[in-house]
C-alpha cells in the first residue's frame, strides 16, 4: 500500500513538472501576442490597411503596398517552390531508395538548415546584380530556395504514408507507374501535401533577411517584377528604424498584420491535418 502511495505521488509530481514546463513553453508566445495586439491594434483603420506609407516624419499613411507585395511574393515563390517540392518528395517517395536518391535527400536536409541571409546573398549575386534590379522575381527566388526543403520533406512522408496495396492493386490492373503515382498516390496523400505546403507559407512569410537583399523595400504600389517591392517584413524593419512614435505605432500595427497572417496559415494547415486524421 505504502508503494502504491509512492508511486501516485511520483506520478503527480511528474505530471506536475510536465505541466509547468508546457506553460513555460507557451508564456512567450501568449507574451508576445499581448505586447503586439496592445500595441498594434490602435494603429488598425481603413487608412491603414488601403492607403501607403507617408512622408518621413509625418503622420498618416497605412501599409497597403506592404500587403499587396508580401500576397504578390507569397504567390510568385508558391508558383516556383511547390512544384519543384511536390516533384522532389514524389522522386524521393517512389525512386529515392538508391545512392542518388540518399544525396538528395541529404542535400535537402542541408538546404533546410541554411540561414536565410546566406540564401539571400547568393540570390543577390545570381540574380539582382545580372539583371541590375532589385525585383519580386528575385525575393520569389530566394523564398523559394526556403520553402523547396520543407514541401519536400512533408511531400516525401505523406507519400510514404500511402499503403503500398494501393500502388500494387494499381499497376496489377495494368495501370502505368506514373498514372498510378499522379491518379492514386498524390491523391490519397493530398491532405499531407497542402498541409505541408501551408507550413512552409507560414514559415517564409516571416522572413526578413533576404528580402532585403533581393527585393529592398518601396514606398509604393507594385509597379512590375523589375522593380523594387515592398513587404510587410521589410515595412516593419523600416518603421522600427525611424525615431518617431506614430512609426512605432504603424510598425506594431504591421507586426500584428503579419501575426495574423502566420496564424492562418498554421490554423489552416491545423484544420486540414484534424479532418484528414478523422476520416481515418
Same mark, same amino acid.
Given at each position: 500500500?505504502? %508503494?502504491y502511495?509512492?508511486?501516485?505521488?511520483?506520478?503527480?509530481?511528474a505530471?506536475l513538472a510536465?505541466?509547468?514546463?508546457a506553460?513555460?513553453?507557451?508564456l512567450p508566445l501568449?507574451?508576445?501576442?499581448?505586447?503586439?495586439?496592445? %500595441?498594434?491594434?490602435?494603429?488598425?483603420n481603413i487608412?491603414?490597411?488601403?492607403?501607403?506609407?507617408?512622408?518621413?516624419g509625418?503622420?498618416?499613411?497605412?501599409?497597403?503596398n506592404a500587403?499587396?507585395?508580401?500576397?504578390?511574393?507569397?504567390?510568385?515563390?508558391?508558383?516556383?517552390?511547390?512544384p519543384?517540392?511536390?516533384?522532389?518528395?514524389i522522386?524521393l517517395a517512389?525512386?529515392?531508395?538508391?545512392?542518388?536518391?540518399?544525396l538528395?535527400?541529404?542535400s535537402?536536409?542541408?538546404?533546410?538548415?541554411?540561414?536565410s541571409?546566406?540564401?539571400?546573398?547568393?540570390?543577390?549575386?545570381?540574380?539582382?546584380i545580372?539583371l541590375?534590379s532589385?525585383s519580386?522575381l528575385?525575393?520569389?527566388?530566394?523564398?523559394?530556395?526556403i520553402m523547396?526543403p520543407?514541401?519536400t520533406?512533408t511531400?516525401e512522408?505523406?507519400?510514404?504514408?500511402v499503403?503500398?496495396t494501393?500502388?500494387?492493386?494499381?499497376?496489377?490492373l495494368?495501370?502505368?507507374?506514373?498514372r498510378?503515382?499522379?491518379?492514386?498516390v498524390?491523391?490519397?496523400?493530398?491532405d499531407?501535401v497542402?498541409t505541408g505546403?501551408?507550413?512552409?507559407i507560414?514559415?517564409?512569410?516571416?522572413e526578413?533577411?533576404?528580402?532585403?537583399m533581393?527585393?529592398?523595400?518601396?514606398q509604393w504600389f507594385?509597379s512590375?517584377?523589375n522593380?523594387p517591392?515592398?513587404?510587410?517584413?521589410l515595412?516593419?524593419?523600416?518603421l522600427a528604424?525611424?525615431?518617431y512614435e506614430?512609426?512605432?505605432?504603424?510598425?506594431?500595427?504591421?507586426?500584428?498584420?503579419?501575426i495574423?497572417?502566420?496564424?492562418f496559415? %498554421?490554423?489552416s494547415?491545423?484544420?486540414?491535418?484534424?479532418s484528414k486524421?478523422r476520416?481515418v
Amino acid at each position: 500500500m505504502r %508503494n502504491y502511495k509512492i508511486r501516485k505521488f511520483k506520478d503527480k509530481i511528474a505530471y506536475l513538472a510536465c505541466l509547468f514546463c508546457a506553460l513555460i513553453a507557451t508564456l512567450p508566445l501568449i507574451s508576445i501576442l499581448l505586447e503586439v495586439i496592445k %500595441n498594434g491594434f490602435p494603429a488598425l483603420n481603413i487608412d491603414f490597411f488601403t492607403k501607403p506609407p507617408g512622408a518621413v516624419g509625418e503622420p498618416g499613411g497605412g501599409i497597403a503596398n506592404a500587403i499587396q507585395g508580401t500576397l504578390i511574393l507569397l504567390g510568385l515563390t508558391s508558383l516556383i517552390g511547390v512544384p519543384i517540392g511536390v516533384l522532389s518528395g514524389i522522386f524521393l517517395a517512389e525512386f529515392g531508395d538508391n545512392n542518388f536518391g540518399r544525396l538528395v535527400r541529404l542535400s535537402n536536409n542541408i538546404l533546410a538548415q541554411f540561414p536565410s541571409i546566406v540564401i539571400g546573398i547568393f540570390v543577390y549575386l545570381v540574380v539582382v546584380i545580372p539583371l541590375g534590379s532589385f525585383s519580386p522575381l528575385a525575393g520569389a527566388i530566394s523564398l523559394s530556395i526556403i520553402m523547396i526543403p520543407i514541401v519536400t520533406r512533408t511531400t516525401e512522408e505523406a507519400l510514404k504514408l500511402v499503403p503500398n496495396t494501393l500502388r500494387e492493386a494499381s499497376m496489377a490492373l495494368g495501370v502505368s507507374r506514373w498514372r498510378t503515382i499522379i491518379s492514386i498516390v498524390l491523391v490519397s496523400a493530398k491532405d499531407g501535401v497542402v498541409t505541408g505546403t501551408l507550413l512552409s507559407i507560414a514559415r517564409i512569410v516571416g522572413e526578413t533577411a533576404p528580402l532585403i537583399m533581393t527585393i529592398l523595400g518601396s514606398q509604393w504600389f507594385f509597379s512590375g517584377l523589375n522593380a523594387p517591392m515592398d513587404s510587410l517584413t521589410l515595412r516593419i524593419w523600416r518603421l522600427a528604424l525611424q525615431p518617431y512614435e506614430y512609426a512605432h505605432q504603424q510598425g506594431w500595427g504591421a507586426a500584428l498584420v503579419l501575426i495574423l497572417l502566420v496564424l492562418f496559415f %498554421n490554423v489552416s494547415a491545423r484544420v486540414l491535418t484534424r479532418s484528414k486524421y478523422r476520416r481515418v
